[in-house]
């Protein structure tokens, strides 16, 4: 996306670990944060969203953290299982901007 | 609710021909998405729209159309299809809060349409 870097391209970890994927965003209007994962052949889907007015959210094995200051978000994912590989992706639409636009996206791989 | 749905699923074009993508949306959203996906999983946006009777251009909008003529529906157009379109499109929607609110919310996609153009 334009104003949102995602980090790394591709992750692979053991089963039963924990997977960090990284999205650094350049406007500061950025208010609204949210996760997508698509399966193989599947259209995209939420997962996970944040807003500006809160610093974590968690639902389950899933969260996601932002530092505004810095301008960064991040989806952590616990105890990985199979279904957990997919590709994830990350937007940051800045306030009252409709214009969506998503990260590079991240596949990651569950080894098991 | 049916959510989003596009039509077709598959298409294969001839190089020149033309085509239309037809998405359909049942949530009354007022934010509706065209998105490209090519292998090595990036979605780029190729066009949005934020009502009816309104259209924008995003990341990729060059050799495609559009239009809103409906809430409920957005088109994609390609007028002379290329080797270069064959992709797998994706629509979405979203809904923008009350009161023209502007607010971003979860986007719904559709199942996807896999274009293939020779």
């Known amino acids: 996306g334009e104003n949102v870097e995602q980090h790394p391209s591709t992750l692979s970890v053991q089963e039963g670990d924990s997977a960090v994927i990284k999205c650094t965003y350049s406007d500061s209007a950025s208010n609204y944060f949210p996760w997508y994962k698509q399966e193989l052949g599947k259209r995209p889907q939420l997962i996970i969203d944040i807003r500006s007015n809160v610093g974590e959210k968690k639902d389950q094995r899933i969260a996601v953290t932002l530092n505004k200051t810095a301008k960064h978000f991040s989806l952590h994912i616990t105890e990985t299982q199979p279904e957990d590989s997919a590709v994830y992706f990350c937007?940051?639409?800045?306030?009252?901007?409709?214009?969506?636009?998503f990260g590079t996206g991240t596949r990651l791989t569950i080894i098991p | 609710n049916a959510g989003v749905t596009q039509t077709p699923k598959f298409r294969v074009l001839k190089t020149g021909q033309s085509m239309t993508l037809l998405c359909a949306q049942d949530m009354n959203h007022e934010y509706m998405y065209w998105y490209r996906q090519d292998p090595g999983m990036g979605l780029r946006l190729i066009h949005y729209?934020?009502?009816?009777?309104?259209?924008a251009k995003g990341e990729v909008p060059d050799g495609y159309n559009v239009s809103r003529l409906k809430k409920q529906n957005f088109l994609l157009g390609l007028e002379s299809a290329a080797p270069s379109q064959t992709s797998v499109y994706f629509c979405a929607s979203s809904y923008s809060g009350r009161g023209g609110a502007k607010l971003n919310t979860e986007a719904f996609f559709g199942q996807g349409t896999r274009l293939t153009v020779v």
């Open positions: 937007a940051a639409p800045p306030f009252g901007n409709e214009k969506l636009t």
């Open positions: 729209s934020v009502g009816e009777g309104t259209t």
